[in-house]
């Protein structure tokens, strides 16, 4: 009953279809279409069909033939992930990371800026486009060259880009990110909550590849977190997901405190706990049990298989991990495995240049593909 | 480039389009193909194969033909809620519910035995078995009719429907209930938690039909809660999502004493309530801090675009709604649109009917529907 399909069917399966061909040489360094039609499941034609139109549009090279076997050696075809460009900024309390990646994801050129928590608005705008301009020049690339740029920030972001709430720095609710951006980079820029792009990109890059259902929690300054439900970033009905830290009988709120209390610095504590000191392994221990309290509430809503954590702190996995690991098993009906990330300072911007991928990837599928101008 | 698709292409979009087919004759009395094909999307061509392989397996039947306008009336065709039946357990404190529904999940008889919190394992099941005897005979039926059985239970269960843990129920964790019900209606029997079960209800035939993400709670003399993400259940890895009960700093735990220690009955403490009884007004007010406590971790947490609120003490929505507002304004970032559910005893039951016709919908797509037999 399906041998007549309709136009909308077609364009459908033909945009999965080139979708499935792509994600499969993204996977390898360059594959026959034996290889393709095998790892997609399409047939020979379709899939002589796809890479034809995949090379048309500049989105597959040929990358020479495989010497051996009988008969002529087979063509073999790769993903130009050279044949664009895509930002990721990262913009935080103390620093500006802004990265440029290939359509592999792959870091080209990096650049990092020291800012500081009390910054305005303006100094810390100031800094971001510093952070940019160094990078996209480091990279010998100027703005009109990225395909998209996606952009980390701390605060609940809504979906066109704006800053709608921001506690942990001053002056920077309401400040229109993606505008900001798009003036250096006018090609579409994505913002997202700092939170949930570590999520993504440990999924992505991390210890969580192979989870569908994860929290991470960003352990830090601040405490966050980012959820992946069913493989997908969950944002929520106002893109305000995960914002435990509201509820001040989570103890998310006076976490922080415990460790300011202790010792000016976080690491300094940290550390002094490392060292057994009594002061600084009774504030870890206080901090954890806050954290975990959270942690525990998004657990039991949610029961996913893992829980990553991330942030500044996870740096110090090793005084941090099995404590958090009893209070979760205290609270918890079934606890997770907990691993601690291990993308650390780079998760956020490592999140923004897949949110930025996704954005180049969802094009390509709807024809609407950058890549011609390219060429 | 999709002039040539596989099998397994061919197979899912024929699955496809005859999922679509029926859900679309489902929602009306009977439709000419040319609305079918104009509601579906699919070509005429698709459709007439599809419907035709849906008339031969007995899902679909002829309707009788449109009158007027020229030349030949068209004929009509509609879904063949007839052709089977389901059936749907919800097993509580107080009383078992059972009913058969015809596919389209109307309910052509139900039956009601009434239980205590405190009987023992052995006696409640034994109540169940009169329950769906009395159903089913009650509808002409033998347990060999029922495609499929949906059952609700408080209480964490697994997979393969047994009662994992129970707190509420005496000798209740551990029962097999799959096993149990099979023993009478040898079909596929789908055990799920009945707070589960009723967000499910309230999506389908409830006040959260558009709803694609939604909270239900549960408030009776049990609390609990059931998630539906992005328009699916949300069970959890191990099956223990909305777990949130669990953390006694989230109040769900107290939040029945409130009223209990106001009146032996809850009900009672509600009619006093309203009747403007201080010590009773007092009791509600506790009882509702401790459930928007728990509902907004969910909340916060989700973010969702609904919160509904069902359970026998949905009957007091008069007393409970605008303070539960008010408690959740005061701790969420965004507070949901706060529904009373209008299916208040009927969700848990309806949401098993809705678990069997899942079932037996993925049978037809899968080409194992159980219909050749029937016809």
Chains 1, 2 share one sequence.
Request: aromatic share 4%; charged share 25%.
């Amino acid at each position: 009953m399906a041998g007549d399909v309709t136009g909308g069917d077609l364009s459908r399966l033909r945009q999965l279809n080139a979708q499935a061909v792509i994600r499969v040489l993204q996977g390898s360094s360059s594959l026959t279409l034996t290889e393709v039609a095998r790892s997609t499941g399409l047939s020979r034609a379709s899939t002589e069909d796809v890479v034809r139109e995949l090379l048309q549009k500049g989105w597959v090279a040929e990358a020479g033939a495989t010497a051996g076997g009988v008969g002529r050696p087979a063509r073999r075809y790769r993903f130009r992930s050279e044949a664009g460009r895509v930002l990721g900024v990262d913009i935080g309390g103390h620093k500006i990371r802004a990265v440029v990646a290939d359509l592999d994801g792959e870091v080209l050129h990096s650049a990092r800026v020291a800012v500081t928590p009390e910054m305005g608005r303006l100094e810390r705008l100031a800094a971001v486009d510093r952070a940019v301009a160094e990078c996209l020049e480091g990279a010998g690339l100027t703005g009109g060259d990225v395909w998209a740029s996606g952009v980390g920030t701390t605060g609940l972001v809504d979906g066109a880009g704006r800053v709608l709430l921001s506690d942990a720095l001053p002056e920077w609710t309401g400040v229109d990110l993606a505008a900001h951006v798009r003036r250096m980079c006018p090609a579409p820029v994505l913002v997202e909550n700092d939170g949930k792009l570590a999520a993504l990109a440990e999924c992505w890059r991390g210890v969580a590849r192979y989870a569908k259902d994860l929290v991470f929690l960003l352990a830090g300054l601040r405490t966050g977190a980012g959820l992946i439900i069913d493989g997908k970033l969950h944002r929520g009905f106002a893109n305000a997901s995960g914002e435990i830290g509201a509820l001040p009988v989570l103890g998310w709120i006076r976490a922080q405190e415990h460790l300011v209390a202790a010792s000016g610095e976080a690491g300094d504590v940290f550390a002094a706990a490392r060292e057994g000191d009594k002061a600084a392994v009774a504030a870890v221990r206080r901090y954890v049990k806050d954290l975990a309290l959270g942690a525990s509430a998004l657990v039991l809503t949610l029961d996913p298989q893992m829980v990553v954590v991330g942030g500044g702190y996870s740096r110090s996995a090793d005084v941090l991990i099995e404590p958090l690991k009893r209070e979760l098993d205290r609270w918890c009906i079934r606890t997770p495995e907990v691993r601690m990330s291990a993308l650390g300072d780079e998760a956020v911007v490592l999140g923004a240049v897949r949110l930025a991928l996704d954005d180049v990837e969802d094009r390509v599928l709807d024809g609407r593909s950058p890549l011609v101008s390219h060429l």
